[in-house]
């Protein structure tokens, strides 16, 4: 009878500790997701939801920040007098994009949003992004607008100094339009290229 009794408690404390551990790999399996393990770029575990908004082109017509028709976008905030960051993110863009067969590049968009709508008119970017590559995407709108998208997208803008301060990553939002990755400003051509390559396909 002690025997028995024995091996059903062991059998519960068996049970229960598989039941934790299950309940403990459910909690985290978030945290080891590793979908995007082999990208380039640094994953969100888990990815963020995209936000969209309408702004302005650089023809003055409406245009929204995410494209439904586009299987990867590459998104990334700056101003046009940006002396260092901006240009150095945008020029890897544009060798990264024109890399890509023509097949990747139709379902790849890239869209620069400014930071400085007092000075950049959709005149003055549209001509901005258009020397990187004639098919980036320039948007510009009010300020309370795109007040409303820095925040979403975690971008910073220091009003105390007359340089314009913001966040300087590039992001990577997928047919879902979920960021995924991220990439610093500095990111290499050849390391967009082969992460478009694989999502834009």
Same mark, same amino acid.
Do not use: M
């Given at each position: 009878m002690g025997?028995?009794?024995r091996?059903?408690?062991?059998?519960? *404390?068996?049970? &229960?500790c598989?039941? *934790? &551990?299950?309940l403990?790999?459910?909690?985290?399996?978030g #945290?080891?997701? #590793?979908?995007?393990a082999?990208y380039?770029?640094?994953p969100?575990r888990?990815p963020?939801?995209?936000? #969209?908004?309408a &702004?302005t082109d650089?023809s003055?017509?409406a245009?929204r920040v995410?494209d439904?028709?586009?299987? &990867?976008?590459?998104?990334?905030?700056g /101003?046009?007098h940006?002396p260092?960051?901006?240009p150095l993110?945008?020029?890897?863009l544009?060798?990264? /994009?024109?890399?890509l067969?023509?097949?990747?590049?139709?379902?790849?968009?890239?869209?620069?949003?400014t930071v400085d709508?007092?000075?950049?008119?959709p005149a003055?970017v549209?001509?901005y992004v258009?020397?990187f590559?004639?098919h980036f995407?320039g948007?510009?709108g009010?300020?309370?607008t795109?007040r409303?998208v820095?925040?979403?997208y975690g971008?910073?803008?220091?009003?105390r100094?007359?340089e314009?301060?913001?966040?300087?990553?590039?992001?990577a939002?997928?047919?879902t339009?979920?960021?995924i990755l991220? /990439?610093?400003p #500095?990111?290499?051509?050849?390391s967009?290229?082969?992460?478009a390559g694989?999502?834009?396909?």
């Open positions: 025997v028995s009794v091996r059903v408690a062991l059998s519960i *404390a068996v049970a &229960l598989l039941a *934790a &551990l299950g403990v790999l459910l909690l985290h399996r #945290d080891d997701d #590793d979908t995007y082999g380039n770029g640094t969100l888990p963020k939801v995209a936000a #969209d908004f &702004l650089g003055g017509r245009a995410l439904g028709t586009k299987t &990867l976008e590459f998104l990334f905030f /101003y046009t940006c260092d960051e901006c993110a945008l020029a890897s544009g060798r990264a /994009y024109r890399s067969p023509p097949a990747q590049r139709a379902h790849l968009r890239v869209v620069f949003v709508p007092a000075h950049d008119t003055v549209q001509r258009a020397g590559d004639p995407v948007l510009t009010t300020s309370a795109l409303r820095w925040a979403a971008v910073t803008i220091d009003a100094t007359k314009i301060g913001h966040g300087d990553a590039i992001y939002i997928d047919a339009q979920h960021v991220v /990439y610093p #500095d990111a290499q051509a050849t967009l290229a082969a992460d694989k999502l834009a396909g």
